[in-house]
């Protein structure tokens, strides 16, 4: 199955968020544009407890249940089918993905300085 991974589009990422990306609410209209092109559409969330070392590199952002940690507003999250939390880089696994039978991943995302970063 071809599946559509929205990474993190959460409201400290974009303009106006403890650690924003300059234009980064510009990709929602595009990712919602996209939805109705795959058969599933699944995202993830970075979901920090308050206090955690991650916040020793950088400014505390998407701390669990706040409105930072929601997605941007304009996102049409109702069609969302499965959201991933992630606290870690390592947290997005295959392990989650395969059950899910996917095999083609499209990624929408925004924070590409933190994001690549973490895959490396
Ligand atoms: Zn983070």
Redesign the pocket.
Known sequence: MKALLIVDVQNDFCPGGTLAVPGGDKVVPVINSLMDSFPLVIASK?W?PKDTV?FKK?PP??VQNTPGADFHPKLNASKIKKIFLKGSPTALLYADLIPLAIFTLVLALLATH?FQKRLT
Do not use: A, L
Request: contains cysteine.
């Open positions: 970075d920090h991650h950088w952002h998407c933190s």
